[in-house]
């Protein structure tokens, strides 16, 4: 890949040399040449915005609306504020607040950022315009609380102590497991995760300070989604940023293999015990779900319906033109550059291109990684200006 990419800089130094009129489609553009049906653009209203933060928590979804993100902004050709070195800025591994002096530097200011981190309003602020749209996802603990324990047990310090024992044991003596803060490697995802990556202490769970930080989060971020009413939630996004329900597409990123109908129905007392145990995330996903469906009566039930069948249409076309019919496990996709990442080898289902897809950039970007998305924006941004992405955006689609 690094070979790859050093040529592909070669070759744009020996291209700014000459004049080259580019003749490939533009990126993430359909026409009806690459399916054979009637030609469809991705249109933006001139009111449409472009800066917006997105704090990505984890096991929420949060990968499939990163995606959505990543391919709105390359294809607007923005700026996007991304780690320095790797997908994950230094301070997210220690369980610190994110500083601006993370971000890779570039030449002009940022429009979008959407990676994990430890919320910190000042810095972000600092990198971002005054104006860019806050917006986070939140899940039901109870099924955030499982999926986490399965997915990080290698990873987080706490699950990691309780794997012999499983969930239940863990939930039958918790504090025998979780040691508080700095307990090596992602030790706050076993306690009121979703609050910690917001910036707020998980240790402590009295009313006072719980409500106090959720009407702080809620003064700062002008949506939150809810990962179980995903589609209504992206619909409320596309509003907020003026964008096209076509903007908002999407196949699903990062799902555990039988994650959803294929979870076991645990008793209704384990899920209190994690609601007990994570009480500040608890109320946290309790306030944000009410005032999700305060927003959805203002966006009003007809206009919701519409566009609802116009989503469900766009998924259902690009499913079908893009992608084999079944997904497989992340183990079985032989092209490590759509292969998504996975601790303690769990299997992640991925959608497949169909051989007639394989060069149409649109269904590449639906499925491409976050690690490969961060790779072509840094190269991206690193070595162009503006006059020059539309030469540079061929070559880094040909390199992959």
């Keep these: ?39 469809v653009t991705l249109n933006h209203s001139a009111a449409s915005r ?25 294809e607007n050709k923005l700026f996007v504020g991304l780690p320095a070195g790797s997908i994950l800025f230094r301070s997210y591994h220690r369980g610190k607040p994110f500083s601006i002096q993370e ?22 602020s600092l990198a971002l315009p005054q104006d860019a749209i806050f917006v986070t996802i939140l899940r039901d603990p109870a ?27 863990f939930l039958r003596a918790p504090n025998a497991y979780f040691k508080g803060p700095e307990d090596g490697g992602y030790w706050w995802l076993a306690k009121n995760g979703m609050f910690y990556d917001l910036g707020f ?19 700062t971020f002008q949506l939150v989604i809810i990962t179980e009413y995903f589609d209504i939630g992206i619909l409320l996004l596309k509003e907020i940023m003026h ?16 994650g959803a109908s294929g979870r076991s129905r645990e008793a209704p007392q384990l899920s209190q015990k994690i609601y007990n145990w994570n009480k500040a995330d608890t109320a946290l996903y309790q306030y944000f779900n009410a005032s999700f469906w305060n927003r959805v009566k203002e966006f009003g039930e007809e206009k919701l ?13 690009y499913r079908e033109s893009c992608f084999e019919d079944d997904m497989i496990p992340n183990e079985r996709v032989n092209d490590e550059i759509f292969r998504m990442f996975s601790p303690n080898e769990l299997s992640i289902m991925q959608y497949q291109l169909r051989n007639s897809a394989k060069n149409n950039r649109t ?19 690193r070595i162009v200006s503006n006059s020059d992405w539309r030469l540079l955006d061929g070559m880094l689609w040909d390199i992959i």
């Design 50 to 74: 472009r800066d917006l933060f997105l704090l990505k928590t984890h096991k929420t979804g949060s990968s499939t609306l990163q995606n959505i993100l990543a391919r709105y902004a390359w």
């Design 103 to 124: 971000l890779q530097s570039v030449s002009r200011s940022f429009n979008m950022m959407f990676h994990h981190m430890v919320f910190n309003r000042n810095e972000v």
């Design 305 to 317: 319906k519409s566009e609802l069948k116009e989503l469900q249409f766009w998924k259902r076309y």
């Design 143 to 169: 099924t955030l609380f499982r999926s986490a324990f399965k997915y990080f047990r290698d990873v987080s310090s706490p699950f990691r102590r309780a794997k012999d024992v499983g969930l239940d044991g």
């Design 201 to 219: 202490d998980n240790m402590n769970e009295s009313t006072e300070y719980v409500k106090r930080s959720i009407r702080l989060i809620d003064e």
């Design 363 to 381: 269904c590449i970007g639906m499925i491409l990684p976050e690690h490969q998305w961060w790779r072509m924006m840094s190269y991206r941004q």
């Design 1 to 39: 890949m690094k070979v790859k990419i050093y040529f592909a800089m070669l070759w744009y130094c020996l291209l700014t040399l000459v004049t080259v009129k580019d003749k490939r489609n533009h990126p993430f553009q359909l026409t009806g040449a690459d399916f054979g049906q009637a030609s």
């Design 243 to 258: 964008w096209t329900v076509k903007d908002v597409v999407y196949v699903t990123m990062n799902a555990r293999k039988h």
